[in-house]
């Protein structure tokens, strides 16, 4: 057990910073527009989650580098400035629905976003900055902890957990109309993100896991995946059971949500699913724009990481920054529509990932990068399936417009 716990963190991090306020507003959507017919795609996600961030983070500890110096080292700097440009506009748009998301969730304490958005961005700076990883790594997996408010929420909006439970083993209302694939996608999208391979291998490297650790790691990544999948189900089944049987289908912002928790599920029901929305934004808007950085100065060969000084690795913290000041300030703009940027983002994130699959396969799939760790048939079956499906659900979702 004890090198278990020494090597937590990576995996566990990465796959509970999945449910950002992107991914509750989505899994909240699902719930109350369709009820219990989409806990299904929980199942294939969470197989192709586990088998995607494994081999992320096989890369990290078979070679030492993150996934964008490999990108550069093995396919040139035109395939990395590829990735890093289109990467970082749709991780930029994540790092503004963070913030969205906090400002909506503090909004539900009577917190104007003048003061909850300065102040989180602050906080998450200084810890970052002024911390070093292992810190920094303790802090996020106690943040990630409280993701549990979700499973107390969810008990408490006395759902019909048998047809939970069938549906999410045998669906019974598989459709084929432009909303239901669209959310679709959306629950793809925020279960399986581009920037979480990135973070996640970069972490890895960071952390000093090599091969000799890397059978715990695979733990680490399996219990994060795990738990994050266990989240999203409480989420689809608590708005399940509220807002989808009175007829609120709706779900036009988060604080939406937990205020119509309130009457349906009970106040605590309500407050416990708000702690869940500002822990989640604080914790995605520290790592997101960790993430970007990463992508970015791996593939420009600029230092970078936690455990270095702003002097020593002045772009990684530059560009952190810049990052968190530019999503913080865009969401004080009155009048932008913070749903919409929510919400497409994680579109965005699944009609992107395709093309950072393309790579990791390639990479992994190398004798010369991987060697004896290289990838097995199911695997890769399941990865090449991952992409060819969220390709196709695209295509359909463009055709239904």
């Known amino acids: 057990m004890l090198p278990f716990l020494v090597i937590l963190g990576p995996g566990f991090i990465t796959a509970n910073v999945d449910n950002d306020p992107g991914g509750i507003l989505t899994y909240s959507q699902a719930g109350a527009q369709f009820g219990y017919l989409l806990l299904w795609t929980l ?148 279960t399986i993100t581009p920037w979480m391979q990135f973070y996640l291998q970069a972490s890895i490297v960071e952390k000093g896991i090599g091969k000799k650790e890397y059978g715990m790691s695979r733990w680490d990544v399996i219990s994060g995946c795990f738990i994050t999948e266990v989240v999203s189900f409480f989420i689809i089944v608590a708005c399940a059971a509220t807002l989808y049987v009175h007829g609120h289908r709706d779900v036009n912002n988060i604080a939406q949500v937990a205020q119509a928790l309130a009457p349906l599920a009970g106040r605590y029901a309500a407050l416990l699913f708000a702690i869940g929305l500002v822990n989640a934004a604080l914790l995605s808007a520290a790592i997101l724009p960790l993430a970007t950085a990463y992508n970015v100065c791996e593939g420009l060969g600029f230092e970078r990481g936690i455990d270095k000084r702003f002097s020593e690795a002045p772009a990684f913290y530059g560009l952190y920054t810049f990052l968190i000041a530019a999503g913080a300030g865009l969401v004080l703009i009155p009048r932008l529509p913070l749903v919409q940027v929510i919400l497409y983002s994680q579109v965005a994130n699944g009609i992107l990932l395709p093309v950072v699959l393309v790579f990791m396969l390639k990479l992994i799939n190398r004798e010369d990068v991987m060697g004896e760790y290289r990838n097995g048939w199911w695997a890769n079956a399941i990865a090449w399936s991952t992409s060819v499906v969220i390709v196709i659900l695209t295509v359909m979702w463009v055709f239904t417009l």
């Open 43 to 190: 199942i294939p996600t969470l197989i192709a989650l586990i088998i995607i961030q494994e081999m992320a983070a096989r890369m990290g500890a078979v070679t030492g580098k993150g996934l964008s110096d490999l990108i550069r080292e093995e396919f040139g700097f035109r395939a990395t400035f590829f990735a890093m440009i289109v990467l970082s506009i749709a991780d930029f748009g994540n790092i503004v629905s963070e913030f969205s998301g906090l400002a909506l969730g503090m909004d539900l304490f009577h917190v104007l976003k003048w003061i909850s958005v300065p102040v989180g961005a602050l906080l998450i700076w200084l810890l970052v900055v002024r911390g070093r990883y292992r810190k920094v790594e303790m802090i996020l997996i106690a943040f990630s902890m409280i993701y549990f408010a979700y499973a107390f929420s969810a008990a408490m909006a006395h759902p019909d957990w048998t047809r939970a439970l069938r549906e999410m083993v045998l669906p019974s209302g598989i459709q084929f109309h432009g909303a239901y694939l669209i959310m679709v996608i959306g629950l793809i999208g925020t």
